[in-house]
């Protein structure tokens, strides 16, 4: 494992996605959004997946030069249409609707159909908070979870973030998939040969499993709450909120519907609508309350949160947020680690574009 | 057990009201939203908490004739101030705000402070479909459940609601508490002497328990997820995002300062907000596109879920709200079951107001 300066994986990154024919503008927000994963330690959908995304522009289920619209409007809403655009443009696109119509009548909402992945939910919902606004970001993904009860695979980890702005204090940033773990979890333990701990997946038959690779062999994610028991028909009703709103309010594929990420496997030969769908929300706080009496409370929330009584002392309550802020100042001053199959995988981008990878 | 007809608990309920000083509609108004429950079957939330609610306004807590009033909005957005009346009217006071501007510009989010319990979530998202709009509700509550890593009571059930609308099929209605278990699952627990599952809640050192009476002693319930390992932080996530939504945007109590059901424990002397707070929205569909497009997609998504492959074909995939739908149907036609103490409690809450409980 060796640690790159995030300003040579941009580089190399932006480079590539130009070599694609992104537009100058587009090639770098599409880099800007992918490494947002990387720094804030999401490491399964940073530069990692590079290599995907070229793929899918192989098999031209990406559009490099897309146009991107809105093909659809009222005052508070809108419907953009990505034309199989990179997620990670069409996102920032979207929000930045969703910020502009906020500014006039103090929310804005956009559903986005005919897009593709769009990084981490995170990043998009942070593009708010700067304006002291709320910012919401979901969207469908792949089929790999099962509805309880279901051994079919029928929602994606669906994530749903929510960032919200604070005064001294950093931001509230939530970000999580809709399940008990995110794949990348799994994908850890994979690597190691570990068990996964019950109630993350179920086996092809629909029992719980505790194989780590029980999802390639046939079984499914499990929504969080992990088992009826445990309340996993909360998860269920959390990723199918995630998968309507993002693709049955703007014409993308739903649920088993939804475009595969990985290149190999081609989309359904029956759409329901195009591409994969996302939902984006914006609220002005001071279409609530002054936004300094917001932020003072928010600052006053968080306190009272962290400060609450711990179990162990030695581990204190999380501002959800925290933990991705503090990696982010880490791997901006010390470089962003990255695993030998990823940078081959790199190099090997590079070499296909002619670009070098260092 | 016996059975009562929905048609003699209501003239009860609204009797109740009416003497307790309610004005005729919102008397109406309450006895619809409270006995929503029962119909709905979450029998926690219905007319067992009428004795609840004539116990605050004994206290001075509840006020009968309040003047509910918007106290900011801009085209998309208001405040409302309660005025310390009835969650029950004060809910669908602001539900139907946010409808009105639907209506107008899209969308429509309502904050509320300085209100009460509302009765279920389900309710108040549920008045948004018949207008083919997208119903959302959330409130805060009396603080009974610990944040991940905390053994301190900092956070209500906080539920969410979300209400679509489709076309020949029932609509979806999901309403689910933000722990891993409601509050009224563990006493019907508590009643058989049984232990509860594993994850749903911890004792006061902050350590799972299967004792049932562990939060009346002292503990807490869990957010859903159950353990860090199983996701509980999406569900502290969560159940925050409520407590944000609906009193931090509202000016009302947050956290561990949100006034407690129970009139015998008094709210805290140092308020940060004027008591509880809801959060509502309501989206138009057609806001998007063509509403009979979205909801003959819907039926298309409810029926590619309720027949997707189940683990054991007795048990086949429930769609949310159809269970509900159900029980509503067959309490119509049957009565709504009460148990003896609830009917002790009615009897006695009768005689106080001089009406008779049959």
């Known amino acids: 494992m060796a640690n790159y300066a995030y300003k040579s994986l941009f580089n ?5 996605f130009l070599a694609m024919g992104c537009p100058e503008v587009e090639a770098d927000q599409a880099t800007k959004t992918l490494l947002s994963a990387d720094l804030r330690g999401i ?6 997946r590079l290599k995907g995304y070229v793929r899918l522009w ?19 809403t809108a419907v953009v249409d990505g034309d199989a655009g990179l997620g990670l443009v069409v996102a920032p ?24 992945h769009y990084g981490i939910a995170g990043y998009h919902s942070l593009m708010a908070v700067e304006k002291d606004m709320i910012g919401i970001s979901m969207t469908n993904a792949s089929p790999l979870v099962s509805p309880t009860f279901s051994k079919e695979r029928m929602l994606g980890t669906n ?7 604070a005064g001294t204090e950093p931001h509230f940033v939530g970000d999580f998939a809709t399940t008990t773990a995110a794949n990348g979890k799994l994908e850890i333990l ?5 068990p996964a701990p019950q109630g993350w997946l179920q086996d092809k038959e629909g029992l719980e499993t505790t194989n780590s690779f029980g999802v390639n062999e046939g079984g499914a994610l499990r929504p969080l709450g992990g088992s009826r028991l445990h309340g996993s028909h909360k998860g269920y009703i959390l990723g199918s909120i995630v998968d309507i709103f993002s693709a049955v309010l703007s014409g993308a594929n739903y649920g088993p519907w939804a475009p595969p990420f990985v290149s190999f496997i081609d989309p359904v030969s029956d ?33 009272r949160f962290r400060n609450s009584t711990p179990i162990d002392p030695s581990q204190p309550v999380v501002i959800p947020g925290d933990p991705e802020r503090k990696m982010e100042a880490i791997r901006m001053a010390e470089g962003i680690p990255l695993l030998q199959p990823v940078v081959d995988d790199l190099k090997a981008v590079g070499e296909k574009f002619g670009v070098e990878f260092k």
Chains 1, 2 share one sequence.
């Open 12 to 16: 190399f990154s932006k480079s590539v």
């Open 43 to 48: 490491d399964s959908h940073g530069v990692a």
């Open 58 to 76: 192989e098999k031209g289920r990406i559009n490099a030069t897309p146009n991107i619209k809105v093909v659809h409007e009222t005052p508070s």
């Open 93 to 116: 696109f979207a929000m930045k609707i969703a910020m502009e119509k906020a500014e006039k009548v103090g929310t804005g909402w956009v559903a986005v159909r005919n897009s593709n």
């Open 159 to 165: 994530p749903i973030a929510v960032a919200i702005p």
């Open 190 to 194: 994979q690597r190691k040969g570990d």
């Open 271 to 303: 759409p329901v609508g195009e591409g994969l769908g996302h939902f984006f929300g914006a609220m002005r706080v001071d279409a609530f309350r002054p936004a300094e009496d917001f932020k003072s409370h928010m600052d006053n929330w968080i306190q």
